[in-house]
T-cell receptor, first 111, second 112 residues
Framework: KNEVEQSPQNLTAQEGEFITINCSYS?????LHWLQQHPGGGIVSLFM???GKKKHGRLIATINIQEKHSSLHITASHPRDSAVYIC?????????????FGQGTILTVHP | DAGITQSPRHKVTETGTPVTLRCHQT?????MYWYRQDPGHGLRLIHY???????DKGEVSDGYSVSRSKTEDFLLTLESATSSQTSVYFC???????????FGQGTRLTVV
């Protein structure tokens, strides 16, 4: 079993829909990251969370430390949101910021 | 955008040849990482550095070595490239545990 599990693996939506991507992890963590990768592109950090909730524009990220679960929400989705969304965790202790990644969720938003 | 540059961006090399990938940062961040990304495996840690001359192995370090002689540069070397090392390689930097990570644009390496 992977330390970091994302669901769904693939997600197709119509423009304007509300989208949720889930991430569950099995280890104690010091932080959780949500990353975005466009096809053929680099990786961009969206959020870094250690507790609670963060919002940036149409994106919202939440984390429940007790349940070892995080969600990434996209409100009013747009075709430019089409990308791979990756959850990654930093383990607790002396991790030096090393990340363990989920497999990614491929999001396609149709106009 | 964080100042992190990978070179080369694309490389095709033959089996058995040595290859060095370079990661250069202008952020003065302490921590640097090399990851590889493969279909079905996602991103996995190869090696990381927690300071000049301080490096350690990650999850998939076999066949790779690294060096960091100054803060801004982190080199990844494939001593004798194999086809299984065909991948996309990403460098990342961070300032401290629990802070945002910044990624380079990636290097697509093909070993033929």
């Amino acid at each position: 079993k992977n330390e970091v599990e994302q669901s769904p693996q693939n997600l197709t939506a119509q423009e304007g829909e509300f989208i949720t991507i889930n991430c569950s992890y099995s280890v104690g963590i010091s932080a959780l990251h949500w990353l975005q990768q466009h096809p053929g592109g680099g990786i961009v950090s969206l959020f870094m969370l250690s507790s609670g909730k963060k919002k940036h524009g149409r994106l919202i990220a939440t984390i429940n430390i007790q349940e070892k679960h995080s969600s990434l929400h996209i409100t009013a989705s747009h075709p430019r949101d089409s990308a791979v969304y990756i959850c990654a965790v930093e383990s607790g202790g002396t991790s030096y910021g090393k990340l363990t990644f989920g497999q990614g969720t491929i999001l396609t938003v149709h106009p | 955008d964080a100042g992190i540059t990978q070179s080369p961006r694309h490389k095709v090399t033959e089996t058995g040849t040595p290859v060095t990938l370079r990661c250069h940062q202008t952020e003065n961040h302490r921590y640097m990482y090399w990851y590889r990304q493969d279909p079905g495996h996602g991103l996995r840690l190869i090696h990381y550095s927690y300071g000049v001359k301080d490096t350690d192995k990650g999850e998939v370090s076999d066949g790779y070595s690294v060096s960091r002689s100054k803060t801004e540069d982190f080199l990844l070397t494939l001593e004798s490239a194999t086809s299984s090392q065909t991948s996309v390689y990403f460098c990342a930097i961070s300032d401290w545990r629990g802070t945002e990570a910044f990624f380079g644009q990636g290097t697509r390496l093909t070993v033929v």
